[in-house]
């Protein structure tokens, strides 16, 4: 089941995102983002009642972005990640963004295939754009539908 993020979902989100990501955000990113960005919206995937992955998405009108994603490492490899991808694009789709857009860092292989699968290409690199190493990003598209 994909439900929208809370704050009583944090404790939990924040120990994965510390497994997840060497640039973690951080328990006042999270809230801000579920309690005061309008642009923003955050879902958890749960299974069997476990939280077992996340994502987010901004929405700003034509274009939605996707702010993260990720699974809980135990539930790698099996497909699950297509879910939630499956599931944010269904979202943009529905509010008639014209694309998709996303940054990652060059050495994230696993991410990169999973967007190159989904139809997403890389458009531009943005330099030492990761403030923990300086890493590249780059930036990916995804045209969708837009206004029918
Ligand atoms: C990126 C992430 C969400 C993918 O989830 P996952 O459970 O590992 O991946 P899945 O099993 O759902 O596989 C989805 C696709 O990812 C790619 N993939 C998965 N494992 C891979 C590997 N070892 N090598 C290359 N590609 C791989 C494949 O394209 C795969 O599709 P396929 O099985 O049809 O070939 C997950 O690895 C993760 O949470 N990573 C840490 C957080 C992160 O980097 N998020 C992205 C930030 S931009």
Redesign the pocket.
């Known amino acids: 089941m994909i439900r929208k993020m809370c704050v009583e979902d944090l404790d939990v989100v924040l120990k994965l995102e510390q497994?997840?990501?060497s640039s973690c955000w951080t328990y006042d990113m999270f809230y801000q983002e579920i309690t005061s960005n309008e642009f923003a919206q955050l879902f958890v995937y749960e299974v069997e009642g476990e939280i077992i992955?996340y994502y987010g998405l901004w929405v700003l009108y034509e274009q939605a972005q996707?702010t993260?994603?990720?699974?809980?490492?135990s539930?790698?490899?099996?497909?699950?990640?297509?879910?939630?991808?499956d599931d944010l694009i269904q979202k943009a789709i529905d509010v008639e963004c014209e694309f998709i857009s996303?940054?990652?860092?060059i050495s994230?292989?696993?991410?990169?295939?999973?967007?190159?699968?989904y139809g997403f290409e890389i458009v531009n690199i943005r330099k030492n754009y990761y403030q923990d190493n300086y890493e590249d990003a780059y930036l990916m598209v995804k045209a969708i539908g837009g206004l029918s």
């Open positions: 497994q997840l990501f992955g996707i993260t994603i990720g699974i809980k490492p539930f790698q490899g099996k497909g699950f990640s297509k879910v939630l991808m996303l940054e990652v860092r994230n292989f696993k991410a990169i295939q999973l967007y190159k699968n």
